[in-house]
């Protein structure tokens, strides 16, 4: 729900057209809604920006779609992500109109037009194997308003290829760089232009590589300043950052 | 050196003022400095938007003097991390009036006026035992052209400490959380706030912290999407994304 | 096997009721029975104060079943934790009326009234993934006469939903945390009441938190001193901790 | 401060005897005092039941003395653990008879009468080595108000050592077991009592012991269910749990 | 192959029973036969005593089968190892009357009569789920010719089961301890004891027991000196470990 | 493609039998074909002296097959590793004669003749269960050019079985050795020889192997210097280094 | 004390040369004397058949020296590891005859002549550095009756070295490798004699070596089996351990 | 001592210029030459090609100078590897004229021209700090014959400075590349390159660079197939790898 929402209904009560007992049992509800197992936290989206997100894994099928309904019903825009297909099935039931990205693991339902925010998102993988965690980076960017595109298969073992896209490196605002294997794409990237860089280490690669561990590291020690890491594979997480930084522009104009 | 000092001397090359032998020579010299030992990256400040920096850890105090002169004589401003005392004495007889942060192990020297960004960025530590590596993202800040300020030993122990800040922590724009032990500040200020959080490891603490592992996988876990994450101890790093950041929506205000 | 079952026996030897043999060859079982694969420790209810508790995982179906039947037979309640559907089907064979709780992964059986233990337990989770831990920790406080209730999905990204529940905090003798991700949830609780927190790390997560190495060590260098922190997943642990707690206000009583 | 101590103040404000203004002033500090790099929390006595305790490891003498004075005259007891004799050194020309115990690293200083808490608390070390961070769990245990009593060197390698001391065991209402290497003495125990045990690890020994993990993962790993661990050497963190079960019993017993 | 046997064919040779051919023949075969993706030791028995044996792991049932029926065919005794069904499944059809113990995990086949040796050797597990590992060892110690037996489930939570047995632990000449958890049983026995200690860490466990992790570290760190640690499950090993010891009695009566 | 081939091609334009459009857009195809989900790289050839190679694991067996299809029309070799069967499946459908080895994991499809290096490689494994990792060694080494063979089974525990391929090792102009558990194979083998080792660990083992961690270290602590060590299980790595040494050897007679 | 001094002291009560109260007094000394930082465990040499050893590590100098006063004054023989030269300082005050090895740290003092064991004991290093840890070997291997001799610096790197050796190996008992980077002597050796071999990784090395973990890790996962490994530079242990061997192999030849 | 003069040595014994007594006590110390800390093996020269090599860590100076005395005696070179300046001290009594460089930590002394190999190798670092371990490569390479440079501060942060180099690159034969922190260099020069690629992590960095773990993960993990990894810190290893390189490339050539 967005702020606005909130505005428009607290003048129809002040203008008496929704009466004492609906706008407290409204409040009531606002904090967050207790369905025993989860807690949903409608009044997140006016908080934070974005809707309540529902982190599929370890989760029942039936829990998310419990959940899932919740959040429609109560008007907001649903993201859930890391959904296996069975996950998706189960939320059908509930809501036959769901949208799934199979690649990138999201269930996705569009409440409310999708607010727009300034300036360009690339996303650049390493490996045509880091495309899933990039596709829940893409959904996420697409469900949070971001101007967002995608490049793949970018990776330092050839130089000359990155080279070629020099210029949509240094148009974007922020660059969301996924590598696994020793993740040195985000700093040769870094290197390169001015805007903040979001690393995210994925689980690609085999033995010593350590399900992330090796990105992870080779991120959190980048001979460039100021890289910002995520988790392994957290491509939501990334979204998320740029979400934040684009959003951030509205306060500084207002606050200038 | 910054872009406009570049377009000077373009046009004072233009206009005749400076011969051509000197332009080539000068653009010679650009891409970087080659003094055996390092190679000074004189028009980083151009690329990056601000300049070289020397990270002291593992140079002789030697080194890190023979470098800081070259980035003075060029005409940048210098900024020295993990700088010892010892390093210090080395630099000051080279250049005389350098100023040192003991607690920040920051050696700095302003040659040219720093441009100042928009937006506030605000500091906040865990304990008092972070305020070295919170010190050190402080100069940083404020060498780069943030207005940049800082709130120290605020843990999640006493959650009302912390709400006392709320209003600190909504007005700025960027907000850099740095804490040991178990790291749980970021994602309790992230929770309260929409601006960005980076997030500070540091290696305080005993037993299983791990010199700051604890911290840093506390960080990395967050239940709050999209904070940014920084190495242990990196207080430099976290004020270079902060900058990055002000600098990248700066420019989309601009051509907004 | 209760302490007061032991006195009776042992008086009705004394009246004469029973004869020395039968006394004689009664506690030679009691140390312990060997079905060979296997010691059942039938007195452990009068050392410890609760009976003998099967943790299924690494036995077969077939070696639970037949210690389940030994224990119910001498008299004793059962409890089985980490049992799986195949291990419950097994032991419904042997003994038809066990319960099985699916989500916590317990099978519990009741042949004598379970002595109720004074002072309130309250499980606090901090996301809904958390549940089946949390379950485990509920069905062995119930088994054990603690008065002990759930509270779910209250985690530190919202601590306005936290705080909503301050007064069931304040009111509970012993707090279980059961969290996942950065485990911040046991810290911030901490930091709100006097009476002692048991933290329980969870698996819940990906990526960086390493199956619950993240939370584990968030909890173990928490800022908040006296935490008492279980293995990883050990919802069972968590509850015994908080019946030897509350039974231990017995012996303050008479020691007084 | 004591609970009773707020409650009087508020008497005599209520009879007269304290001024509005006075009051106000007086709760203005309530929250905590702000020293710049640290904040005081002068009404955690009245909330935890123990006043604010300096962890001396990375700060600074002059904070340490700092703080303390603050602390001091502010009327509570002091408390500082982990401290050298440097910081003694420090602190001691701000309050002059501080007292300090070297093995333990701790500094002390009572203003007010230390109330008794009901119930005894036993500290078993493993071995000589051990005794560093038991001594740190008996000068808090004595600030807590604990009657706390330590027997050393009983190793599970001679288990009728141990045996002898089971007595001594079983009349404890809490046991904290300080141990390194592999940390058995906390099962072996756990396994002999009824009441519950805090287990330490401590970082004594070579090689694979890992400054302390191999006891950590030990005690983590108990056989015995319910041990309550604490973080390596973390003697006060023993102490303060000690005390919020007897504390929390104490309250228990009165409202039973 | 016994050593019994290489001196009879090299008399039978010297009589004139055996042509030179046949024995040169015969010695090319000693030191290795190639079957390409195996060199199968068929004179290992006489330079260590014991035959050839087949760690299955990681081999295909196709593998195993030929290599054992090469090792039968050369009058060897065959132990192989971590075998699955499918293995023994697969080997059967070569070796219609070979034996497999399931919950060992091992197939044997009896050529010739084996050896005894002198000394008892007893198994001591700390639970019920340490017995596949156990009787790893119980059918290696039989292969080898050992006097040996299986105690299960001693664990240390009970002190006074564990020392009921205290005179069969007295009466062995070599204890194989096998645990998993803390691994602390390790050290309690050898406390009690003169003989060696053989102890093997299983993977057992859940969380922080990392599987076999944390039982290692515990018994590399005993401190009960000189306990004889083993890989992680390696019953076959401890075994082996017990043989190479008694059958050293040989020698040292030779050389007394 | 070969460098020969980019001549001819460039002197067929210099003639005139190539006009200048296709020239042109041949070289636009040059440095990467851009199928969205990756980018192949047609050129490397050219510049590695080798083709691309497709690592399978974690992409989707139709991914595999158009990277297949599209390498292959351009001319070029084929060399897919750690493919799985289901993957052959797919990539057959659209090339119904390539070739798959099962053992090695590897797919292989031969458009021009292999252009033969000098000087012998011999890959040597510990164990019969490191063959699947030499076998990719093998392939990928067949693919390159190398004169390159196998032995197999010849661990450190029978150092007679080794001794008896010193000539063999002598003769080799480098060694590729592969072993898992404590990897010691690579440091006596280097012991034995002047030629360049390259060394593999493979996950083969359990427990404290720690799925190649051992043999890993192992190889990199060599008491021998100069050991190459490649990732765990990278059989492919190893032949890659085997080919880069020789392929050297022209341009060393080139310069001499 | 040996057992046949305490038969000695019970035949003298028998025939009234020592009278019941000095007897009991006797006794109640037998299972430890308690100076309060540490229980001297003075019937140890009769229950092991070794005495009290005392690991200096983390005890004060006054602490070592109290402890060994007392040992020496019940009539036993003292050995000290892990000494440092001031301990030794401090020890020399009290007793100033003992004698100290530096490069073993070890502080002896022989009270009672020592009962010699049947079999030879060779301890084989890798290298020079491995010497301190192998002379605590030496040490504690003649207070123990040893046979006891030592080669040095035989590594893996020259087979054609270690092969001179053969004889010596072959003709002992008992073998203890001491090995630090790679550790592989220990199954080199193994591979080539029937007796048991006792490993000692030690902290020799650097980088990957990680302290002793490469050497522990190679060692416990050793392709020959029954490898008996100890705790990183644990040379107290390995002697230790082979002394229990042979003892047990005494016991076991007066029996046969 | 090279192969030729034990050609002349057998040659002269032919001629009966030395008698056989001498020429058997020659072969005598042929294969080692045991001063009982120590064996000197001085025909290494012969068998690997170059001199012994003195690792110093953990090695007395006392026993350094006794070695370099015996191995400079014997008629070889000497290399010592790091050397502190106190060993150098020592050996400097021993040998007046030995070498010592600081920066590389290594002592060296020429009694033999040293044999030139062919080839070009170039050693690149990624920062100033990883000089020192650069400057062991150099001069072992040196000593080793090699053509050997080196080029210093080439991060990935500016691929524009690497780029400036690139013909350096390609013009040499082996390229031993030296970061810390993320490792990155390795990969991308590799990237460039045709030649084999040495790489060397070192311990440089701080926080999660773990002492050089995340640049070994870096470089073990490296998209670009068969760089050849070293221990951290390993410059020696590298020069040793380089020189094998071109040693067996040159035997080849001739064998050509």
């Keep these: 729900m967005q702020k606005d929402e909130l505005i428009k209904i607290l003048n129809r009560y002040k203008s008496g057209e929704i009466p004492e007992k609906d706008i407290l049992n409204y409040f009531e509800n606002l904090p967050f809604e207790d369905i025993s197992f989860a807690k949903i936290d409608h009044h997140r989206e006016m908080r934070f920006g974005f809707p309540e997100v529902i982190f599929c894994q370890n989760k029942t099928p039936e829990q998310v779609a419990i959940i899932s309904e919740k959040i429609i019903k109560q008007g907001s825009n649903l993201l859930a992500t890391k959904a296996s297909s069975k996950i998706f099935e189960s939320v059908k039931k509930y809501i036959p109109d ?30 045509t194997s880091d495309i899933p965690v ?17 490049i793949n298969d970018i990776g330092v073992a050839g130089i000359h290829r990155l080279m070629e896209f020099r210029n949509e490196f240094i148009s974007a605002s922020v660059i969301i760089v996924i590598a696994g ?3 040195a794409l985000a700093s040769v990237i870094a290197g390169l232009i001015q805007s903040p860089v979001i690393a995210v280490p994925t689980s690609i ?36 950052l740029a979400f934040k930084i684009l959003n951030s522009l509205d306060k500084l104009k207002t606050t200038d």
């Excluded at 769901?98 to 727009?116: C, L, M, Q, S, W």
């Excluded at 990039?134 to 595109?149: F, K, N, Q, Y």
């Design 181 to 183: 294997m020793e993740g």
């Design 205 to 240: 690669g085999y033995g010593a590589s350590f399900n992330g561990i090796s990105p992870l590291l080779g991120m959190l020690n980048s001979c460039v300043p100021g890289i910002a890491v995520m988790n392994i594979d957290n491509g939501f997480g990334a979204a998320s």
């Design 134 to 150: 990039a596709s829940e980076s893409l959904v996420t960017g697409e469900m949070l308003g971001l101007d967002i595109t995608m």
């Design 98 to 127: 769901v949208e799934y990205n199979e690649t990138a693991g999201t269930i996705t339902y569009i409440n409310n037009k999708i607010k727009k925010l300034p300036g360009k998102v690339l996303i650049v993988t390493a490996g």
